[in-house]
């Protein structure tokens, strides 16, 4: 029995022996660390080293490969293997009858044994892996703010706001990776108040503590506040993306946090609950984050801060997307299709889509690449499961494990040493191999883990456990398993480890991504009209205000010019002159000469963001047109959108160069619907539609003549489409509560019905050189219709393969009417008589509402969008047209002189 036990180790022990390992290999050397030569040691043999002192005193080294049975022995013969001073029986008195072991170690990795046994053996972590305390942020808007958290014995809580300052926000900022300049304190619950335990009060910071921990503070625990005392913070949002764990939780429904390297404080990504990712991978050299939704169908770009969100590609229902991958190098995306068993590939906009591994799939899971060789590695946990590697063009494909393998989940590179990592969810183990599929070793294995996903930086490997709530960690020779961070998750499916100059030169490039100058843009708010306000400036997600410190009229000259305005008349006000802002003071000393097109161009970066000396009293602001000035004047104002915010109930207007925009009103208008914009008298038309009835009003550009068009309600009226074609003194409108098109003068005289039997009238455009009006129809049966102004001639263009036909817009010169529909979810165009149809967009995450055209661009609102969205006018190259800051758009109208008919 007792050999039949022997037999049955030594077979479950070969199991292991997969692969051999390179070690240094020196005899009797005084250096450990100028041994240069290696050894390939046999499958059944780790590295090892030995430290041994002589009678006469003097120490040696010897390096070379073991049997791993000898290295995984507890006992027997006369030394213990990896301790130190390994002697079982005590040396001879005359030590100079022989030579004392005073070290004996293996190790499992590549060219590990070099320092095993010497004083230059490696330090412990250089990287931390738990803290005294942790913090994070909750209920902000971005990923910059909110109500402090700290997570201290066991349990996360709230801070008291007594004497909480901005020395303390800057610590809170510094803990989680960000700058502490400019930091921001706030009290009296102003984020979301907190439902847990409150654990601080009287919290004294003198700004440059590592941690809330070693700054004054009561007792953890004893306070008498309440949580409409919590406090909370505003870090600035110009800060390096360095030094970042990324984790995915889909027990969460999809959160992605940004997690600190050093500290492991984090805070969520704010992403609309209309997303629910599933993989997610990181584009360091654009700060961009690329994740799969397969409730959506759709791979998705956005930046590091959860803004400008882009729908890459939209996939059929037959899809179920698994895991994502992307090459910074090659700009190329991979993902897996557990649903069709693909692997395909596509460029970073969608484009050149190409299914690379069609084939012998039958579940593919984790993706890695190595842009190097061009190469593409993958898991198949089906009923055969194995590791396959491929070319990008899927040639050269080549098995490289198919054995002793159940559940093979995340993969990574250490492009370092060369070496492939992989998790097995149902074997519990984390193992390597040579990117040839060679050396293959177990270094992990925890039989109640359900392993997913992993990734390496530095001398370690990240992974995450399902069956855990932390975030895990171990050295790459397996050793050393610690949690990372506060147990605060439910499922991690995805970490990215992100630290600039690490890993592969190019992937991670040298210097981190701090913000993208395109998506800066600046508005005017607070005290005054549209042509002046205090100014705000948004950078990655967060407004913030500018100081009045040299702020001079060269300043506002550039400010207005981003507006639309003239730089001929702007002047600069100071001292809070338009109201004081709060939050973020995002500039000082700002210094343009006054030609620049962008305040970013007037010596502005990440090293001076957020940098004052200032308080809100000195917020500056603009005046760029003198109270006199009551119409558009046409060289200056042009390239326009006018677009209704109805939870704000503002009618703004954004410049199209620079996507900075303006209120045109001061006071919000209750429930804002259509708007349209008559370049003849330079007139603003926008439909105000309540209960039971509507009202159509007009407006200068500047929000101070608003007037009703006639002279009562609308009964009854629903008018959420608004055109005017001031060549013939005809303002049209629909009534969906009265089911009709109406006309009349735009001072609201001679009203007449266009047509009748409309169901569920909604958008409206006209061809105003022949005298057509174009309308949609989301009733019982929708269609899109037309018909002479006068009502004759009235056809129905399509009526097949429509839901709730909304916006639309008409290029009379093409002959081409764009439409969008809110419940096919598409952006479709097709000639005025309705021949040549063709879908140019899908998204099926949208509720689209309004839409108008440009020379080059398609503009609409998406119900399910916090902003403007722009297309190419062929539906490519999807994208946000300014700042992510509105609720619900409902109608747009877009001028350009040069183009609009």
């Known amino acids: 029995m007792f050999l039949i036990y022997i037999a049955l180790f030594v077979g479950v022990w070969r199991c292991h022996l997969i692969g051999a390992i390179n070690c240094f290999k020196c005899a009797n050397v005084a250096d450990p660390g100028q041994c240069g030569t290696l050894s390939t040691c046999a499958g059944d043999e780790l590295c090892f080293m030995e430290k041994k002192l ?9 390096l070379g490969c073991e049997k791993q049975l000898a290295c995984d022995a507890l006992g027997g ?3 213990i293997v990896g301790k130190k001073r390994n002697m079982k029986t005590r040396p001879p008195e005359d030590r100079t009858k022989r030579d004392v072991t005073l070290c004996n170690k293996c190790c499992s990795t590549d060219n590990c044994n070099q320092l095993l046994c010497s004083d230059l053996e490696k330090p412990t972590d250089s990287v931390p892996a738990s803290s005294d305390i942790y913090v994070r942020l909750v209920g902000g808007s971005n990923a910059y703010e909110g109500t402090v958290e700290v997570f201290f014995n066991g349990r996360w809580g709230s801070i008291c706001d007594d004497n909480w300052t901005n020395n303390d926000a800057q610590v809170v900022c510094n803990m989680l990776g960000y700058q502490g300049n400019g930091a921001q304190a706030f009290g009296g619950g102003y984020f979301l108040p907190g439902q847990n335990v409150i654990w601080l009060t009287n919290v004294t910071c003198g700004g440059t503590e590592p941690s809330l921990y070693q700054c004054q503070h009561g007792q953890w625990g004893v306070t008498q506040c309440l949580h409409n005392k919590d406090a909370g913070i505003a870090c600035s949002s110009v800060t390096p993306e360095d030094d970042v764990i990324f984790l995915l939780d889909t027990g969460f429904g999809g959160v992605i946090f940004r997690m600190n390297l050093r500290t492991m404080s984090f805070t969520p990504i704010p992403l609309s609950t209309l997303y629910s990712p599933e993989s997610f991978d990181y584009d360091p050299s654009l700060g961009r984050i690329y994740f799969v939704d397969s409730r959506l169908l759709q791979i998705i770009s956005m930046k590091f801060d959860g803004t400008d969100i882009r729908v890459i590609k939209q996939l059929d229902t037959t899809t179920r997307l698994d895991k994502i991958q992307i090459d910074p190098l090659n700009r190329m995306i991979f993902y897996s299709d557990d649903g069709n068993n693909l692997i395909c590939s596509m460029n970073m906009d969608g484009s ?28 198949d946990w089906g009923a055969q499961p194995k590791i396959e590697a491929a070319s990008y063009d899927g040639s050269n494909r080549r098995t490289l494990v198919n054995n002793n393998i159940k559940w093979p989940n995340g993969l990574a590179i250490d492009y370092d040493t060369n070496k492939l990592y992989f998790v097995d969810g149902g074997l519990g183990t984390i193992e390597t191999i040579t990117l040839q599929g060679t050396s293959r070793r177990e270094i992990y294995k925890d039989a109640g883990a359900h392993l997913f996903s992993i990734d390496v930086f530095d001398e370690y490997l990240y992974y995450t456990d399902w069956n855990r709530d932390t975030l895990m960690r171990i050295r790459k020779d397996g050793s050393g398993q610690t949690v990372v961070g506060p147990p605060s998750f439910r499922e991690l499916s995805d970490v990215r480890v992100q630290k600039y100059g690490k890993n592969l030169a190019g ?9 993208d100058p395109s998506h800066v843009f600046v508005r005017m708010s607070g005290v005054g009209d549209a042509t002046g306000g205090r100014v705000e400036i948004f950078a990655n997600s967060q407004w913030g205000t500018i100081c009045d410190d ?11 010019h981003m507006m639309g305005f003239s730089r001929e008349n702007a002047k600069a006000t100071s001292q809070s002159n338009q109201g004081s802002g709060f939050g973020i003071i995002s500039l000082d000393e700002v210094n343009c000469t006054g030609t620049e097109n962008h305040i970013v161009d007037c010596g502005f970066g990440p090293q001076n963001w957020a940098v004052h000396d200032c308080t809100h009293n000195e917020d500056a602001g603009v ?14 104002i042009d390239n326009f959108l006018v677009f209704c915010d109805v939870v704000s109930g503002l009618l703004i207007r954004m410049d199209l160069n620079t996507y900075s925009y303006t209120s045109i009103a001061s006071n919000s208008s209750p429930n804002p619907v259509a708007i349209t914009f008559d370049p003849n008298d330079k007139m603003i038309y926008f439909s105000e539609v309540y209960t039971g009835s509507s009202e159509i009003r007009s407006s200068n550009h500047r929000g101070s003549d608003i007037r009703t068009v006639g002279n009562s309600l609308i009964v009854g009226a629903v008018v959420d489409g608004l055109a005017v074609d001031k060549s013939r003194n005809l303002l049209f409108y629909t009534d ?3 089911k009709r098109i109406v006309a009349m003068a735009p001072d609201g005289t001679g009203l007449r019905v266009v047509a009748t039997n409309v169901d569920q009238p909604r958008g409206l455009a006209l061809d105003k050189k022949a005298g057509v ?4 129809d989301w009733g019982v049966t929708p269609k899109i219709e037309k018909a002479d102004y006068d009502g004759t001639n009235r056809q129905t263009i399509t009526s097949t393969g429509l839901k709730y036909p909304n916006g639309i817009a008409l290029d009379v010169a093409a002959g081409l009417l764009y439409f969008c529909d809110g419940g096919t979810q598409t952006i479709e165009v097709m000639n005025t008589d309705g021949s040549n149809r063709k879908v140019l967009y899908t998204d099926f995450g949208s509720h689209f509402f309004g839409i108008t055209v440009t020379s080059k661009y398609i503009f609409y609102s998406d119900w399910n969008k916090f902003g403007i969205m722009r297309l190419n006018r062929d539906g490519t190259n999807q994208t946000p047209a300014g700042p992510e800051s509105f609720r619900k758009i409902n109608g747009l109208y877009a001028y350009e002189s040069s183009y609009t008919q």
Do not use: M
Request: proline residues 6%.
């Open 736 to 738: 969906a509560g009265n």
């Open 54 to 62: 002589t009678g006469g005193l003097n120490v040696y080294y010897n």
């Open 507 to 515: 992937v991670t490039t040298p210097l981190p991504v701090h913000f």
């Open 773 to 776: 009006v174009y309308w949609t």
């Open 352 to 379: 050149n889509f190409t299914q690379v591994i069609r084939s012998n799939l039958d579940n593919p899971r984790g993706i890695v690449l190595d842009p190097r060789s061009k190469t593409i590695f993958w898991t």
């Open 550 to 560: 040299h702020w001079d009229d060269n300043d506002a000259k550039v400010v207005c």
């Open 77 to 79: 013969g006369d030394t």
């Open 623 to 636: 005046i760029c047109e003198a109270p006199e000035a009551l119409h558009f004047q046409e060289s200056n």
